[in-house]
Nanobody, 111 residues
Framework: AQLVESGGGLVQPGGSLRLSCAAS????????VSWFRQAPGKEREGVSC????????YYSDSVKGRFIISKDNGKRTVYLQMNSVEPGDTAVYYCSVPPYWGQGTQVTVSS
């Protein structure tokens, strides 16, 4: 089983970015998928999660109203649409389906 994130990069404050998490080796539609992030010198924190049955979603207070998580079971991919990004969103973003983690993708918000 493997998770691979992509889509990170440098974006200006107020801009948008879409991260992707591609799964292989297991049926993504059977599992909830979470996005985490870790900024330099800080602990890893949960950002968003999407359920496997009713596609219920969760967002941390810091991203609620700005980020949108979605899932395409046919493509075995989960997306994190990041809108109105702020410098505080700078971090390495990871997707996870316990016990699996991706390698992370760097997001840098800077002008």
């Amino acid at each position: 089983a493997q998770l691979v994130e992509s889509g990170g990069g440098l974006v200006q404050p107020g801009g948008s970015l879409r991260l992707s998490c591609a799964a292989s080796g297991f049926p993504l539609d059977l599992y909830a998928v979470s996005w985490f992030r870790q900024a330099p010198g800080k602990e890893r924190e949960g950002v968003s999660c999407i359920g496997n049955i009713d596609y219920g979603t969760y967002y941390s207070d810091s991203v609620k109203g700005r980020f949108i998580i979605s899932k395409d079971n046919g493509k075995r991919t989960v997306y994190l649409q990041m809108n109105s990004v702020e410098p505080g969103d700078t971090a390495v973003y990871y997707c996870s389906v316990p016990p699996y983690w991706g390698q992370g993708t760097q997001v840098t918000v800077s002008s």
